[in-house]
């Protein structure tokens, strides 16, 4: 469903938001479009398990237990910091993941730079047998196809397509299925090189770019003036946004709007990715260091 944003921007732009996030009621956004096909093909192999990677908060672990338990699936959670182990009841994400079902295997930091290892995925082989992989954030082949079905052929329309950044598979698959003369914009969540090399690994180097300046500090972080903005937003509009991924996408393009970047009548397309289910967690963080709560 795209959902007009009737706000008054200069230079005639308009804004108008992809409510990815109303696909599902906890498989939403981008997981429900990385999923799917991953799903048909642990089916199609006769798997009885999923096991992926994530950490205290990830959408990817929430949605997938989510996913397994609606598709008759086990679901084993390698989860970054041995220390949550003894914390499940206080997060909202893990808590929930437990709940639909899924194992959860708290490993070192160290132990988590493994994962793609053949070793380590051996030893976890050894500890709950026979399982389909899903990579950490889901990205691969297969969720860079599901993604791509995200644009439809009334958004042709649309001058640019922006979407947040993590694994860089949500923005390949927009690449791929934009249509001729649209730019893709891609507003990474978190610090780091290499990320344009990831993404070039599914795509050509054409039609996209990554804007590295509204990360806010890196993965998870936030400040109030981000909070600010969400929970101003979401007054003006009625569009609930995350702090992670979508709060910084949508600040970054109106920032940028504001400073002239784009070129007078575009007219932008905006991915709501979901990840709505952080929130819980996030707004605990953010009591704890008595800073404002985000609204949903």
């Not at 053949?118 to 950490?136: C, N, Q």
């Not at 007054?235 to 393009?253: A, E, Q, R």
């Amino acid at each position: 469903m795209n959902q007009p944003v009737n706000l008054s921007f200069p230079d005639k732009i308009s804004l108008t938001v992809k409510r990815e996030d109303l696909l599902h009621p906890h498989i939403s956004g981008n997981k429900f479009r990385k999923l799917k096909y991953n799903i048909l093909e642990a089916k199609k192999l006769q798997k009885k398990a999923l096991l992926t990677f994530g950490g205290a908060f990830s959408n990817h672990i929430a949605a997938t237990a989510a996913a397994g338990k609606e598709y008759g699936f086990a679901t084993v959670g390698v989860i970054r910091g041995e220390e949550l182990v003894n914390k499940i009841g206080d997060n909202p994400t893990l808590k929930f993941a437990q709940q639909c079902g899924m194992q959860l295997k708290f490993v070192t930091r160290e132990e988590y730079r493994l994962k793609t290892e053949t070793e380590f995925i051996k030893r976890l082989e050894a500890e709950f047998g026979d399982f389909y992989l899903v990579p950490e954030g889901g990205t691969n082949e297969l969720a860079v196809k599901g993604c791509e079905e995200m644009l439809l052929p009334e958004d042709q329309r649309f001058t640019h397509v922006a979407c947040a950044v993590g694994t860089g598979g949500t923005i390949s698959g927009l690449i791929r299925s934009a249509f001729p003369g649209q730019k893709v914009l891609g507003f990474p969540a978190l610090k780091g090189e290499g990320l344009s090399d990831d993404i070039c690994k599914f795509v050509p180097q054409r039609n996209w770019q990554l804007i590295t300046e509204y990360h806010f500090g890196g993965y998870g972080k936030v400040t109030e003036e981000l909070i600010v903005f969400i929970n101003d937003f979401f007054d003006k509009t009625g569009i609930p946004l995350d702090p992670v991924y979508t709060g910084k996408l949508f600040f970054g393009v109106i920032d940028l709007i504001h400073k002239g970047y784009f070129p007078e009548n575009s007219d932008i397309l905006l991915i709501h990715t979901g990840g709505l289910q952080g929130i819980a967690g996030m707004n605990k963080e953010l009591l704890r260091k008595k800073l404002p709560i985000i609204k949903t």
